[in-house]
């Protein structure tokens, strides 16, 4: 048994040595920080991981060690009201996963992991409460680590939300760019600068080694980690965290690998996503086949968040994928995007909202956007929910089924935007069924904000659009209203850059 008493004397000081601890005095082991997720009424799941040689495997000897842990109800962490000791292993990358329960809903708690002699930073997060007046959400996406710092992470971390939501693109697969500002041509005779700050760690990533030294580069990142230690986060995986706009078992390049070895791969990817997220499950692997449970709901005060996972079960991209008009075998009614068993998932959830705003939280955008004025046929981005138009009415149509204001949040496009859907999405003359707010990404260029640029009359349901500048959304909800907040960085080339309000809206104003 640990002492409880004998740690309070010491006054929360790093002055508590377990008797089984190696001396490692000198190495820091809390490398990638700490993080809290997956936020309930009464509890909330705390993670860390033991890293010394962060972007070698970790540099952790093979074998068990045991981690402690203290949750308090001050900042000072005088006040324990939870303790206990987890193990965790080379089996799992010495990630530690705690779901401690019994707290109390929509209070603020502290936390702090501790290994030998060393204590880790301390993280504030937050249980949710389904009677709270208001609820803070922050909405973030698309952090290439080589386009940018982190400046939106100070940002995001300084404003304390309830919660942060991140709809995918945590880490990017790709291999070693080369540093420096270059211009780029973006059509239209126009061409606009592209840097790039810093660099991968290594080539295209495949295996799990690859996928856990990646995951850790990102994380060694001071204001990412401080962005994870100011509030609890939900999470689910867009196409980077395993292979460019994959889709369930398809990979960007089927030719260059075999079906096993995506498979093989998507779980390494999977492992490494769980291994440094503050997740409750961690993959499953059945018959070679790698499963993750990423969709989910969540009650904060006025705002019920289904968050919704648009990779693992959606059929392939339609016509090639790219940005085209629609081929037939986009309007195939056996094309699916959340797969039958989320989306009968996703309808139940809806029902049973009693909230007064239903918050969407998925990948890519469910607004229709053409690329070409009418009367053309339109050209779409294939990836977005525009690429599976019979899975979008299914879910236009329940949502126009009185369902309390949807506002879908969502990222992927690094495309600040805000617009009103339509029950017949192309036809702004059918019924108002809801409203999308789109962050711009934090550091992940945008070369196709020009085209986007271009063709902004051809759509008109489209109020907001800002692929100029790296950012995220503040969001703010109330019984009454969606304030959304788009915050944008000056100069993502700086991890000190200012981040201001490019605008405010209210979705009562759209
Ligand atoms: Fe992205
Ligand atoms: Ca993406």
Known sequence: MFSRRLFLAASGAALWVPKMARAQSG?????????????????????????????NGGGMPPGKVQVRYRVCTDEAMRKTLQDGVVETSDEMAHAVHVQVKGLQPGREYFYQFYYADEESPVGRT?????????????????????????????????????????????????????????????????????????????????????????????????????????????????DHEVDNNWASHTPQDPEKQTKLEFQIRKYAAFKAYYEHMPIEKPPILRDMAPAIQLYGQYRFGPAHVHLLDTRQFRSDQPCGDGRKPYCADASDPDRTMLGAEQEAWLAKSLKQSSAPFNVIATQTWFTPYRYTEAPEPAVTNLDSWDGYPVARQRLASMLADGVSNPVFMTGDWHTAMASTLYEKPFDASSRRIGHEIVGSSISSGCPWARDMETVRDANPHVSYLNGKKRGYLRATFSSGDCEAQFRVVEDSGRADSAVTTDLTLRTSDL
């Open 126 to 238: 937050r249980t949710t409460n389904p009677e709270d007046t208001e609820a803070k959400i922050a909405l973030a996406s698309c952090q290439a680590y080589e386009s940018g710092h982190y400046a939106a992470y100070r940002d995001m971390a300084a404003w304390r939300p309830d919660c942060v939501i991140h709809t995918g693109d945590y880490i990017y697969e790709g291999g070693i760019g080369e540093l420096g500002a270059r211009l780029r041509d973006v059509g239209g005779g126009e061409r606009r600068i592209f840097e790039t700050v810093r660099l991968h760690n290594s080539n295209e990533i495949v295996t799990l080694w690859d996928y856990r030294n990646r995951h850790a580069l990102y994380r060694t990142d001071p204001h990412l980690q401080a962005a994870h230690a100011a509030a609890p986060w939900i999470v689910a995986m867009d």
């Open 27 to 55: 190495i820091p082991h809390f490398t990638l920080g700490i993080a809290s997720g997956s936020p309930r009424p009464d509890g909330v799941i705390l993670w860390t991981r033991l890293a010394p040689d962060p972007l």
